[in-house]
């Protein structure tokens, strides 16, 4: 699985020990909550704790011979406890148990993904600063358009991020959720008000309704997500590997005095991080297609989804922790030339400007049609014949007619196209309100408001 490739916290939460463990957390939960209700005696409830135990090893020898692995998993932990194991699993269901505990798997992931795009989130910040006034070529189907800044783009990436991490937090509610409702969810072995202090005792929401399982929306709707911020991580990826390009070569990736980019062409410096970045991005949008189609369960229940699920929760959110952590890595080693930047700006001649002039032409009584014919004929041969653009536009009497060589410079200003940058960063980053990043120098804006 894939969570052995990554920090050893996320590999742990899904490993086969803990998603026993929180199985047992709900088991003793139930217990406990039987208890205060004077259903099974408190004295065998101390047994339990004392004693409840388990090996996964001797769960999978169980369950290679009756093939459950909840009842491989009862069995052996009713061994380790004795008598007072009968008390175990009272008036439960499998999927009671898988499911409550699933919710505990998830929280523990969630919470780990969360931090590490708070810490993207001021990366993101503090770019976004660092390059405020970075004058970059903006690009529009490739093609060179009008000037913005870089810091505007790392501002595009921050707010973008802030509506992940909205829908991150909404969507891991959603599946913060138990159920013991029993085998079609009518309540037959435990009453509802049990449930409710279950899940309140393990400190996660309850289903408001539910069959056998929980409603597979949920689970649809965390992998979606999971799979959006995917996407995005995917779409600042794919910028850096353009901005690296050869012919382009505004910003790269960071790269090791030791690190080498190719096996026979020692002059390779490859955007790796970031094309394995957009690579692994579409496991996640994969993922997201399982989780769609199980939410089609037959009747009350049926395990379609069940399998797929232990592929798709673990491995999406170990991915998401993983690329989060990686595009972070990429974003605030990622090294800039600004020198670059501006030749760029200049590579063809002024014909960024053209917007600017035929606004000016406009301004001055000039048909917009006209007015566009004029600059157009212009821009036309700085592509065809390599001219300059400016040159043109002084020479040409139809606009000079109607514009002064001052007006014309204005026009040519790459710090008049520039001017609102400001006043973006405030809609932005602007006021005060909101919460601080743990151990960070920034604050978040509040999400939702």
Request: glycine share 6%.
């Amino acid at each position: 699985m894939i969570a052995r490739y990554t920090r050893p916290e996320m590999g742990g939460i899904w490993s086969d020990e803990n998603r026993f463990q929180k199985w047992l957390d709900v088991e003793i939960a139930v217990c406990e909550v039987l208890a205060d209700r004077g259903e099974i005696p408190s004295q065998a409830v101390e047994v339990i704790r004392r004693k409840a135990s388990f090996t996964v090893e001797r769960i999978r020898e169980i369950e290679s011979r009756i093939h459950h692995d909840v009842v491989a998993f009862t069995t052996a932990v009713a061994e380790q406890v004795g008598p007072e194991s009968r008390f175990i699993h009272l008036g439960l269901t499998s999927t009671d148990v898988v499911d409550t505990a699933q919710a505990l798997l998830v929280r523990e992931a969630s919470q780990l993904i969360e931090s590490e795009i708070l810490k993207l989130l001021e990366t993101l910040r503090e770019q976004a600063f660092r390059y405020k006034k970075t004058p970059i070529m903006g690009r529009t189907h490739g093609i060179h358009a009008e000037p913005t800044t870089m810091g505007l783009k790392f501002a595009v990436w921050y707010c973008e991020l802030q509506r992940h991490l909205e829908r991150f937090r909404h969507a891991s509610q959603g599946l913060e959720v138990g159920k013991i409702s029993g085998p079609v969810g009518s309540y037959t072995h435990l009453p509802p008000q049990v449930e409710e202090a279950i899940c309140k005792r393990l400190g996660i929401g309850c289903a408001t309704v539910s069959t056998q399982t929980l409603q597979r929306d949920r689970h649809a709707e965390y992998l979606s997500v999971l799979a959006m911020l995917g996407s995005s991580y995917d779409k600042m990826a794919t910028e850096v590997r353009h901005l690296q390009r050869t012919e382009v070569r505004e910003a790269r990736e960071p790269f090791s005095k030791s690190q080498k980019g190719s096996s026979s062409m020692p002059h390779k410096r490859n955007p790796i991080q970031s094309e394995n970045i957009s690579g692994l991005a579409r496991i996640l949008r994969a993922n997201a297609l399982v989780g769609l189609e199980n939410v089609a369960l037959w009747h009350e229940r049926d395990i379609s989804h069940s399998s797929a699920e232990r592929v798709a929760l673990p491995d999406s959110t170990t991915l998401t922790h993983f690329l989060t952590i990686r595009l972070n890595r990429v974003l605030a080693g990622l090294v800039v030339d600004e020198q670059r930047m501006r030749q760029n700006i200049d590579l063809t001649g002024g014909l960024v400007y053209s917007g600017a002039l035929l606004l000016e032409l406009a301004r001055r009584g000039v048909l917009r049609e006209e007015a566009y014919k004029w600059v157009q004929r212009n821009a036309m041969k700085v592509w065809d014949e390599g001219a300059d653009f400016k040159k043109l536009i002084l020479e040409d009497p139809d606009i000079g007619s109607k514009l002064s060589r001052e007006e014309i410079d204005r026009a040519f200003s790459l710090k008049d196209k520039l001017r609102h940058v400001e006043e973006a960063f405030e809609r932005v980053f602007g006021g005060n309100s909101g919460f601080r990043v743990p151990g960070s120098g920034f604050q978040v804006p509040e999400l939702g408001k």
